[in-house]
């Protein structure tokens, strides 16, 4: 009796692990794929808070391809749900090689290198911008 049991538990950890190993490989997959598709796009979001602090989901980089939104409601390109954010917070509108910006008449505002912002504004390589509790890089190529 005690052979067989021996015998369950030992194959039983041997799955454990084998699931173990797929699971960490899965995600390196993922990640390294993610990173592969923002290296392919002209210009992007990074994401300079630390993430781990925060109470809401958020990714560490947004793809900046064509115009986006971004806010708490389901409708936008990018949806975040931080509870200082507005529904429709901003937007980013691509014209050629520019990336004009604009408040979407925010509660709490957008902030472009410290500075709050009204109306539209032009976005440069590395630009810092600031909505809620969230800081992005903006980098373009």
Do not use: C, W
Request: no cysteine; net charge positive; proline share 1%.
């Amino acid at each position: 009796m005690f052979n067989i049991l021996s015998l369950v538990f030992r194959y039983f950890f041997i799955i454990i692990i084998y699931l173990f190993i797929f699971a960490i490989i899965r995600l390196i997959y993922l990640d390294i794929k993610g990173v592969a598709t923002l290296k392919s796009a002209r210009s992007y979001l990074k994401l300079i808070v630390m993430k781990e602090y925060l109470p809401f989901q958020v990714n560490d980089m947004y793809a900046v391809n064509k115009s986006i939104t971004i806010g708490r409601k389901q409708g936008n390109d990018i949806v975040i749900n931080d509870p200082y954010m507005s529904s429709e917070h901003l937007k980013i509108t691509v014209s050629g090689k520019r990336f004009m910006l604009t408040d979407l008449g925010s509660s709490n505002g957008t902030y472009i290198n410290g500075e709050r912002i009204d109306g539209e504004v032009e976005l440069k390589n590395n630009d810092r911008i600031r909505l809620g509790q969230l800081e992005f890089l903006f980098v373009t190529k």
